[in-house]
């Protein structure tokens, strides 16, 4: 059968199931579980079901109240509380059991009800998200029937990450929500907020009102740039940024963390600066006044840096951390580190005197220094440094975690020298970058460097061969990146997003010898349809069943 053909049948086989039953008649959960037995059958949420769970546990009843809304905005049914759990037919049940460890479950569901165990609320959370997977997304007025199945579920890797970069383009409170929903609904669990670079400083800081009032906003380009020997030719601008009040970053950290989701915070040092040393020139090298960057950039030899010379700039950015550490109980603080222009260290008296002072033979050096004096910052406040590859140059502070963007290479040697990693190589992990393997087709606007596939997504395995059991251990798993250059819309932010977030889950809970690529098309075009029936915007505009190959 060829490929057209073998897309047409399965698209009308999907619409003969139809528009509502279809969701509950077909098992088709992302990502797939460890283990699944389906049999014949159902079950009835009906007028009469009730759902038990522990009410001395709030994670748990704030758990039935999520899959209470949910079957009331799918049906006509209101399920009822039970305190009895032999007389209720919806059972959420915390039971300690290794097999599963922290996040995993088991979901059983026969004739007599469903059956959510796990040893913590987690656990609860993740079995939830997989049943209502099993729930029609239309409202459909009825009783709901489920098919009869036993699943043994748990994940593969630890950190199962998405970034959202809101420096180039800023989204609002409820547009990071909506996306910290879509991961949680794949079974995500840290949310990378990249919130500071060159482009704009998108975090309120007290004790400096000007890195918001100031450093949050730039001189934006309308439209395309046009270039003439390099220059870019004059051009209206307009004032274009935005910034999260702390109340709205604890509300955010709130929100992501009823749904499993650790948020990591990143902000950037030494280098990608540009913006707070707008609103505080003096922690630059130079002390000269200058502009937040536009969203395109501009010469990349001309990016500002911290001092490393002058103590300023640590007083400065220990002050900011305090304040970041207020707002973020999770463990790790992302600082960046990456693309730092050392020309100006080059120059600077302050940072050779530096370099003098502690022994340090190259630029490389100071940029570790820099990095190391803020791990132990980090580690005297019991947190955990984490930062781009680029943090291994002139040697790596102790207990750093290193997140591997330039290819696996970085990753390889921090896990070699047994430091955790985190694998994000920007081939085929930046969902910035185009998605189909031809550009003849209408796409949404993307970074051109390398065409990322959702098949090339799909077939991403996080631990590199070149490490052997003990060194693979030090891989906490792999995340997806989207930077914002060429996104300032949530539908934009989407589709890039999906469904290739929706591949990356698979990659890091299912595993390894469960993968299966035709599966999972087949399940990604019903989950394409229930996403877009709720105004998600999913890439369409070529078959689930892309090609594997590069653009020569």
Request: proline content about 5%.
């Amino acid at each position: 059968m060829n490929h057209i053909k073998k897309i047409v049948l399965l698209f009308f086989s999907y619409l003969s199931l139809g528009m509502n039953s279809s969701f509950a008649a077909k098992v088709t959960i992302i990502p797939e579980p460890v283990k699944m037995e389906i049999y014949d059958g159902t079950f009835t949420i009906g007028a009469n079901t009730r759902i038990y769970f522990d009410s001395k546990n709030p994670l748990l009843a704030r758990h039935a109240r999520y899959f209470t809304n949910v079957v009331a905005s799918v049906s006509d049914v209101t399920l009822k509380t039970s305190k009895n759990r032999a007389q209720s037919q919806v059972r959420l049940l915390i039971a300690a059991d290794k097999l599963i460890g922290d996040e995993g479950y088991h979901l059983d569901i026969d004739e007599k009800g469903i059956t959510i165990s796990a040893s913590t609320d987690k656990g609860v959370f993740y079995g939830l998200q997989s049943l209502l997977q099993l729930l029609p997304v239309y409202r459909t007025n009825a009783e709901l029937q489920l098919p009869l199945l036993k699943i043994t579920d748990y994940p593969r890797f630890k950190w199962r990450g998405m970034m959202l970069d809101v420096s180039r383009h800023f989204f609002s409170t409820e547009a990071v929500k909506s996306y910290i929903d879509l991961m949680a609904m794949y079974k995500m669990n840290v949310f990378h907020w990249h919130l500071t670079d060159s482009e704009g400083w998108r975090l309120e800081i007290k004790k400096y009102p000007k890195l918001t009032s100031v450093g949050a906003w730039r001189k934006e380009i309308p439209g395309s740039v046009f270039y003439k020997k390099n220059q870019v030719l004059p051009i209206d601008t307009f004032s274009y940024g935005g910034f999260y009040t702390q109340e709205q970053a604890k509300d955010i950290v709130k929100y992501a963390g009823e749904r499993n989701i650790m948020v990591v915070p990143e902000i950037e040092m030494p280098g990608h600066s540009d913006a707070a040393i707008t609103a505080y020139p003096e922690l630059s090298c130079t002390g000269m006044p200058q502009q937040v960057r536009s969203s395109f950039g501009g010469d990349p030899n001309a990016l500002a840096n911290y001092c490393a010379g002058k103590e300023d700039s640590f007083v400065f950015l220990e002050n900011v951390l305090k304040e970041v550490m207020t707002i973020f109980p999770g463990d790790y603080i992302h600082i960046g580190g990456d693309e730092v222009n050392k020309a100006s260290w080059k120059k600077c008296a302050s940072c050779q005197r530096r370099m003098v002072k502690e022994g340090l033979k190259d630029e490389h050096e100071l940029q570790s220094y820099f990095i190391k004096r803020m791990a132990n910052f980090l580690h005297d406040k019991d947190k955990k440094l984490i930062g781009w590859d680029e943090i291994l140059e002139g040697g790596l502070a102790a207990e750093a975690t290193v997140m591997s963007w330039r290819g696996e290479q970085g990753g390889i040697q921090a896990a070699k020298m047994h430091h955790p990693v985190v694998m994000t190589p920007v081939n085929p992990l930046y969902f910035n970058r185009y998605q189909a393997d031809t550009l003849s087709i209408q796409q949404p606007l993307a970074a051109r460097y390398s065409i990322n596939t959702l098949e090339k997504v799909y077939d991403y395995e996080p631990i590199p061969g070149a490490l052997n059991a003990v060194e693979a251990s030090f891989v906490l798993g792999a995340q997806g990146c989207i930077w914002t250059e060429f996104i300032n819309s949530v539908p934009h932010l989407e589709q890039m997003a999906l469904p290739r977030m929706l591949a990356l889950s698979e990659v890091l809970w299912s595993p390894k010898t469960s993968k299966d690529w035709s599966r999972f098309n087949e399940k990604l075009y019903f989950h394409s349809r229930r996403l877009g029936s709720v105004g998600r915007n999913v890439f369409t505009s070529v078959p689930f069943l892309y090609h594997n190959t590069e653009v020569k």
